[in-house]
């Protein structure tokens, strides 16, 4: 299925312009869609459930075996070219296409660091017997042209980098014959952007722009984060829209908000954890993961009973080590538990919720005029993703004016102009807002209006697509 034709077309005629003269066979090309994280966001890292929809907007990866032994990647964002990068491809693999040991790139250097994750994708698939296919000629080594092509700007929290680091993984993977899980898929995706720095991949992000299915009807994925598995895509009933608007602004991208929160939120869980066990009990009912705490549970007894703040060296001599896949704890830190775990506990009530409410709407047939009953169902959907925004905003304090202006104003407009519930997504600091509205022309109204008075308020565009809108299929459909 051809997806995007002119960011196919892009790729080609890039890749032609490079490849000429040293191309090997036919070129693969693959792209992947953005996604939004429409609720659930965080609790990603306490067990939770997560609501995400593809988008749209997409990158992509063209790919052609070399016969000079180099490998060559050129890449652009939203028309922004990257510096060229051109690596022997001895350093991947031997003479005979054979793979060797992994290489080891320098990361700081920013001639390369754009690459990183593509580089850390291709040495997960050399570990897993991928070969460079013979060539025509025996002079020479063999080698490979990467051009790198997208149409989702970074630090706008739609997995931007996940997009592009997929699209290269599924390439490969269709280049060389490749038979590998969706899961596994997304697992290569996830730690190729983790062994990078600057860039943060989660399964479930990677999972959605590998497995999205395409509109219509939209589609808003359910996922359970235990650890990781997708339980389901609910079709979205047509008089409901969700929106995804980009504000313009970047992200914080110095600090690694869900590996704060992975840690902060597995303290927290040691902590419940040493309580049970001191009141008795054998069986540990939350099994390492904060989702299993009933948020009834949590408020009425455990909450008290948390410190608002702990040095890690306090933590450490009275709850003892982690373990190490939750991270470092740094004994003259301050560890921000009992807010961690409002918002944590509390945004997973609300994605379970709100996918109840996506759920109810989707099993009743729309209406040319929306009834009251499925008013009122939309309207708490709505209030579900307010209370996500004001737990971003009041209590971590990771959202930003222009985040907050926009939510304002479709709360303001509400139901009555067609809109019902806006938040800030990802990991906050900038990037996108999620709104939820109906599909009337008073909502669309609403939208141009509220778009407009931004560029004169803000003084920055917001580029709006339709989550789950034709164009947004996983790149594995």
């Known amino acids: 299925m051809k997806i995007?034709?002119?960011?196919?077309?892009?790729?080609?005629?890039?890749?032609?312009?490079?490849?000429?003269?040293?191309?090997?066979?036919?070129?693969?090309?693959?792209?992947?869609?953005?996604?939004?994280?429409?609720l659930g966001g965080l609790s990603l890292e306490a067990g939770g459930v997560v609501a995400q929809m593809a988008l749209p907007s997409r990158a992509g990866v063209a790919l052609q075996w070399r016969e000079d032994g180099k490998m060559i990647f050129l890449g652009q964002q939203r028309r922004q070219n990257h510096q060229p990068v051109i690596l022997p491809s001895a350093a991947f693999f031997c003479a005979d296409g054979q793979s060797r040991d992994p290489f080891v790139s320098r990361w700081d250097d920013p001639q390369v660091a754009w690459t990183a994750p593509l580089l850390n994708v291709l040495q997960s698939l050399i570990g897993l017997g991928m070969t460079i296919p013979e060539m025509r000629s025996a002079k020479g080594a063999p080698g490979a042209t990467v051009v790198v092509d997208s149409d989702i700007r970074a630090g706008s929290g739609q997995a931007a980098s996940t997009a592009t680091t997929s699209a290269f993984l599924q390439a490969l993977s269709v280049s060389r014959g490749m038979a590998l899980t969706a899961i596994q898929k997304a697992h290569i995706v996830s730690e190729a952007q983790r062994a990078s720095d600057g860039n943060h991949g989660h399964v479930v992000d990677a999972l959605t722009v590998l497995s999205a299915q395409d509109g219509p009807p939209a589609h808003l994925l359910r996922y359970?984060?235990?650890?990781?598995?997708?339980?389901?895509?609910?079709?979205?009933?047509?008089?409901?829209?969700?929106?995804?608007?980009?504000?313009?602004?970047?992200?914080?991208?110095?600090?690694?908000?869900?590996?704060?929160?992975?840690?902060?939120?597995?303290?927290?869980?040691?902590?419940i954890e040493t309580i049970y066990r001191d009141l008795g009990q054998r069986h540990n009912p939350i099994h390492g993961y904060l989702g299993n705490v009933s948020p009834e549970l949590y408020r009425r007894y455990f909450r008290s009973l948390l410190p608002r703040r702990i040095r890690g060296a306090d933590f450490l001599r009275t709850y003892g080590q982690l373990n190490p896949e939750a991270g470092e704890i740094v004994g003259d830190n301050m560890y921000a538990i009992r807010t961690t775990l409002d918002h944590l506990i509390t945004e997973y009530e609300h994605a379970e919720h709100f996918l109840q409410a996506m759920e109810e709407l989707s099993e009743s047939p729309a209406e040319a005029a929306i009834s009251a009953e499925r008013q009122l169902i939309m309207q708490r959907a709505g209030r579900l993703m307010l209370a996500s925004h004001h737990s971003y905003r009041l209590r971590l304090q990771l959202s930003c004016p222009?985040?907050?202006?926009?939510?304002?104003?479709?709360?303001?407009?509400?139901?009555?102009?067609?809109?019902?519930g806006a938040r800030i997504t990802d990991c906050g600091g900038g990037g996108t807002v999620a709104v939820l509205m109906d599909a009337s022309d008073r909502a669309t109204d609403t939208l141009l209006s509220t778009i407009s008075r931004y560029k004169e308020e803000m003084g920055m565009d917001v580029d709006v697509r339709q989550a789950g809108a034709p164009g947004s299929a996983g790149a594995l459909i």
Request: charged share 20%.
């Open 4 to 38: 995007d034709g002119s960011l196919t077309d892009r790729l080609t005629r890039q890749l032609k312009s490079v490849a000429a003269g040293q191309n090997h066979g036919n070129a693969t090309i693959c792209t992947a869609p953005a996604r939004v994280d429409v």
């Open 402 to 420: 222009q985040a907050d202006w926009l939510v304002d104003q479709f709360s303001t407009a509400g139901p009555k102009s067609g809109t019902y």
């Open 224 to 271: 359970s984060a235990q650890p990781h598995s997708l339980l389901g895509q609910i079709p979205l009933s047509r008089d409901i829209r969700i929106m995804a608007l980009d504000t313009s602004v970047t992200r914080e991208s110095n600090r690694d908000i869900f590996a704060e929160f992975h840690l902060t939120g597995a303290m927290g869980a040691k902590i």
